[in-house]
């Protein structure tokens, strides 16, 4: 029997589902993030942002207390980017993502020609940071005296790469600061990192999160590379699709598909969330036309707005004078129901995010 071919907007809305995006969830925290494999975090609002669009009655308590707790932690893993991860996901997906970090720095070293012993420096950064948590600044410090002569940044990423490290939080603001300490997971957890290559747990959790997806789209999410004989191996488990293109997509066996036609309301994504970097091929969510004004220079990614489960627009939130305003830049023209609807959620985002404002207003850029 030939495959099934899904339409793309038969694939925008299984996005969507899994991403808990057609309609906010009543789940605890740590089970949407979860189900979502982390939520990537170079701002430390963003996982916040996150939380609040797909959850019912989300507030910044819930996920600090979590943090607090060490049931969540901040880290490096997929793409070799600060993840939030629970403490469980993080102990699962360490060993497996490895080569993920490792093929980063090398590429780093390679490219600025540095050479030195690895092992040594990475005993001598897990010592100084076993004595107290650390900034990087300290840790550069310290690997500048031991070897001044050597490229900084490579030996930095190094560290960065290879030690099992978690940032260090704080109890305001959102939870971390601009300039974290690090410290041994191990110690901070109390447990050991096992080493376990969870590959088959690993794709079988993408797929949960951002399936129906081709071998690509998975190496594009981890940072993997060569997966296809892989997860060959793993086919026999798992059904397939086509997309329009004629591409085979992979998914989980009974994961129902909503029809096309499945509803989509507004919603705000903040900026790095991995709903618009875990696909290869990313029109699922966003039109090539728009990919500009959303993947910036310094690899940003824009806070994005969705309508009808496509990414229709920016959105900024600025201080001035004791008001908070969230000015939203729609990337083409929308109708009165979506300004509503923008507007409606839009208030209550600018509300969660600037608590301290005096006062509170959205408008939209073109008007």
């Not at 982390?38 to 819930?62: H, K």
């Not at 012993?117 to 107290?132: C, G, K, T, Y």
């Amino acid at each position: 029997m030939a495959d099934r071919v899904l339409t793309l907007r038969e694939l925008n809305r299984a996005a969507l589902a899994r991403q808990m995006l057609l309609e906010r969830e009543s789940l605890p925290v740590s089970e949407a993030i979860q189900r979502l494999v982390g939520l990537q975090a170079q701002l430390a609002v963003s996982p916040y942002i996150g939380l609040w669009t797909r959850l019912r009655d989300f507030t910044r308590e819930d996920l600090a207390r979590l943090i607090e707790d060490r049931q969540v932690v901040k880290a490096t893993l997929m793409r070799s980017t600060l993840h939030l991860f629970t403490t469980e996901d993080y102990l699962l997906l360490r060993g497996a993502l490895q080569p993920v970090m490792t093929s980063a720095w090398e590429a780093i070293v390679k490219q600025r020609g540095a050479e030195f012993d690895l092992a040594s420096i990475l005993a001598a950064a897990r010592d100084f940071i076993a004595e107290s948590p650390r900034t990087f600044a300290e840790i550069s410090a310290l690997l500048t005296e031991l070897l001044p002569d050597v490229d900084i940044g490579s030996m930095r990423y190094g560290v960065r790469t290879h030690l099992p490290l978690v940032q260090v939080p704080v109890s305001s603001g959102w939870s971390f600061p601009g300039n974290p300490r690090f410290t041994l997971a191990e110690s901070w957890l109390g447990r050991s990192i096992p080493t376990d290559d969870h590959f088959e747990t690993l794709v079988r959790r993408y797929l949960a999160a951002f399936g129906p997806a081709k071998v690509t789209d998975i190496q594009t999410w981890s940072g993997l590379g060569k997966l296809k004989d892989a997860v060959a191996k793993l086919k026999p488990d798992l059904v397939t699709y086509r997309d329009e293109r004629g591409a085979e997509l992979l998914d989980l066996p009974d994961v129902p598909l909503p029809d096309a036609d499945t509803p989509a309301p507004e919603r705000f994504l903040p900026m790095y969330d991995n709903l618009l970097l875990s696909h290869d091929n990313r029109t699922r969510v966003i039109a090539d036309a728009h990919r500009k004004r959303v993947y910036l220079p310094g690899l940003r990614v824009a806070s994005t707005i969705l309508v009808d489960g496509f990414v229709r627009g920016a959105w900024n939130i600025d201080k001035v004078k004791g008001t908070a305003a969230l000015i939203i830049t729609p990337f083409e023209p929308l109708t009165k129901q979506n300004r509503a609807a923008l507007t409606e959620q839009g208030e209550q985002l600018v509300r969660f995010v600037e608590a301290g404002a005096k006062a509170y207003e959205v408008r939209f850029a073109d008007a």
